[in-house]
């Protein structure tokens, strides 16, 4: 059975840094690409970054210099890393792991965690 199992959210004051995980299970971590996605009350879900096998990052604009993905396969791990958070990242983020073969394939995903940016 695949579990994606986030920890990390949390409320931050705008400025600070948060730092969340995706623990993997029932998979065999190193050969997903994997990413975060977040989506805010009333917004459409956002693709904030992702990575691939070999560690290719690519972010959204909104974040990209501010937040860092990275993936630790022996831990079987993925993180983000936020840094100089804004109240516009408040939103419930989600990880997903990928792996498809042309259009054979399967995506799984974690239960959300939620960040919230506020004073």
């Known amino acids: 059975q695949v579990q994606l199992v986030e920890s990390g959210g949390g409320l931050v004051q705008p400025g600070g840094s948060l730092r969340l995980s995706c623990a993997a299970s029932g998979i065999i971590f190193s050969i997903y690409n994997m990413g975060w996605y977040r989506q805010a009350p009333g917004k459409q879900r956002e693709l904030v970054a992702t990575i691939t096998t070999n560690s290719s990052t690519n972010y959204s604009d909104s974040v990209k210099g501010r937040f860092t993905i990275s993936r630790d396969n022996v831990k079987n791990t993925l993180y983000l890393q936020m840094n100089s958070l804004k109240p516009e990242d408040t939103a419930v983020y989600y990880c997903?792991?990928?792996?498809?073969?042309?259009?054979?394939?399967?995506?799984?995903w974690g239960q959300g965690t939620q960040v919230t940016v506020s004073s």
């Open positions: 997903y792991v990928s792996r498809f073969i042309g259009t054979t394939g399967r995506t799984y």
